[in-house]
């Protein structure tokens, strides 16, 4: 059975952080999330980065945006999910990631703006993937990957209209549909 991954950002506005929560979008689409919701903004400009990849890239993600944190970890805790926060101030991903890897259902916090103590405590980890200022971005990518040991990178998504061809020099682009 496949891991059920949700990305939940923490706290987007729309001007400010419109291109990091596209980034972030891309890298939970890229690295095995199945469903980003935004607590903050509604910007449906992300909306439509994240179609439009969808559309020509294969199927992958699904995104929405929601109105509270606290609702959908209360959400996602009945139903059975375990809440990692990711910040530098949380254990070492290494020290919890063999315990993780058997969890089937993973809420995966990441936050844009100053967390609040309430989400330290109520996640049931809170994780860093260095003890270092880093991006959200980087925290996202490199937790997933380490949760999934690497098995998402060779993802096929279905429906693809286009893939990428390996190539050691230049670009490569196959059309499919």
């Not at 506005?13 to 890298?27: E, G, N």
């Not at 994780?127 to 971005?137: D, K, R, Y």
Request: glycine share 8%; charged share 30%; proline share 3%.
């Amino acid at each position: 059975m496949a891991k059920e991954i949700v990305v939940l950002r923490y706290g987007h506005r729309h001007v400010r952080d419109y291109r990091v929560t596209s980034h972030c979008c891309l890298v939970a689409r890229a690295f095995g999330a199945g469903k980003i919701e935004i607590v903050g903004d509604k910007d449906p400009k992300i909306e439509e980065t994240l179609g439009s990849i969808n559309e020509r890239w294969g199927k992958g993600a699904a995104i929405e945006f929601v109105d509270s944190w606290r609702k959908r970890m209360e959400h996602y805790h009945a139903k059975g999910f375990t809440s990692v926060h990711l910040t530098m101030y949380g254990i070492p991903v290494e020290k919890a990631e063999k315990g993780l890897r058997k969890k089937e259902k993973l809420l995966v916090i990441i936050g844009s703006q100053k967390v609040e103590k309430e989400v330290y405590e109520k996640a049931h980890y809170n994780i860093s993937v260095t003890l270092q200022p880093h991006s959200e971005i980087a925290a996202l990518a490199v937790f997933l990957d380490r949760v999934l040991e690497g098995k998402e990178l060779a993802t096929v998504f279905p429906e693809a209209k286009i893939n990428v061809v390996p190539n050691e020099r230049g670009k490569s682009v196959k059309k499919t549909g």
